[in-house]
């Protein structure tokens, strides 16, 4: 019987955690609790805890626990640095806690998009290789390199943090194409736009809106994802030289619009790189979608 692993996904908003199968991927005894009354209570280690032990009484044969945590870790994987959504747990030795409270249970700490980059490889419906780059669209970027199946750390235990690349206009990728500044650039070339267009002009532009126009064929929807895409681009091609891997996977929640920014993205790998990378250049969107962030903290005790 394949072995079953308790995958945890802090964020900002829930706390997601369920069991999950090495073997399929399967989830089962999904559980989520709201972050904000855990961080009020000012004992999240504990509160965290208590709902491992039941669903480790409920699932006894489980040995290993993979956490995924949004923000900065300490290389040694053991303790919390800064996490922006949650500060009240920074400096938290959340292992040793866990540790000391279920012995002979083991627990593995990462960052929340590395877990999900390495989920893809364990999880992933496309075989990836063993060396990839991960991005992820969402209300931030979030990013990760896996080399040799292994996650990227860096230095300090905390590479790969695209979205603070400078961008344009004196800011960092994130501040361009997060998804509240993608709408607040969908408002401006609206305002400017004189052709027709399905999107409105009173500033109630939304992201499906946008994609749904774009699939449409819409100019300036198109108009739009260019732009983000060109911006994405530029980032991607910084990190394709410094790493040297030319596999990239896109996820997130804004990964929807990944057929309507790619042909801006070609069109500035093309125009930046050479030919040894363009020749294996492959980039694709990443398969486990709402379910990464689960999946990728269970791959975390492969």
């Known amino acids: 019987m394949a072995a079953e692993y308790l995958g945890i996904d ?33 004992h999240f280690v504990k509160r965290l805890g208590d709902a491992i032990a039941i669903q480790l009484k409920e699932n006894p044969k489980v040995e290993k626990c993979g956490i995924g945590v949004p923000g900065l ?25 866990l540790s000391e409270r279920f012995p002979g249970k083991e627990f593995f700490l990462e960052n929340d998009a590395n877990a999900a980059a390495l989920g893809e490889y364990y999880f992933g419906e496309d075989g990836v290789p063993e060396d990839y780059i991960f991005v992820t669209l969402g209300t931030g970027v979030g990013g990760a390199a896996i080399i040799d199946k292994k996650v990227f750390k860096g230095g300090g235990g905390n590479a790969m943090e695209p979205g603070h690349m400078p961008s344009k206009h004196g800011r960092v990728l994130e501040r361009n194409i997060g998804k509240v500044e993608l709408l607040d650039l969908a ?36 108009a739009i994802f260019d732009e983000v895409g060109s911006m994405l681009a530029d980032g991607l091609v910084s990190m394709i030289r410094i790493l040297d891997i030319t596999t990239i996977l896109i996820g997130g929640g804004l990964s929807a619009s990944f057929d309507y920014i790619m042909p801006a993205v070609n069109r500035q790998l093309e125009y930046w790189l050479t030919p040894y990378y363009l020749e294996t250049i492959d980039i694709k969107r990443a398969t486990l979608g709402n379910d990464a962030g689960l999946l990728g903290a269970a791959s975390l005790c492969f």
């Open 187 to 222: 408002t401006a070339m609206r305002k400017d736009w004189k052709s027709d267009t399905k999107l409105p002009n009173d500033g109630s532009i939304s992201t499906t809106g946008l994609v749904a126009a774009a699939s449409e064929g819409d100019k300036l929807a198109l």
């Open 73 to 97: 870790i300490t290389r040694d994987r053991q303790s919390l640095i800064e996490i922006t959504a949650i500060p009240e747990i920074n400096g938290l030795h959340v292992i040793p806690e």
């Open 10 to 42: 802090i964020g900002g908003t829930n706390v997601k955690m369920g069991i999950v199968d090495a073997e399929t991927g399967n989830l089962s005894n999904f559980y989520s609790h709201d972050t904000g009354s855990w961080r009020k209570s000012g």
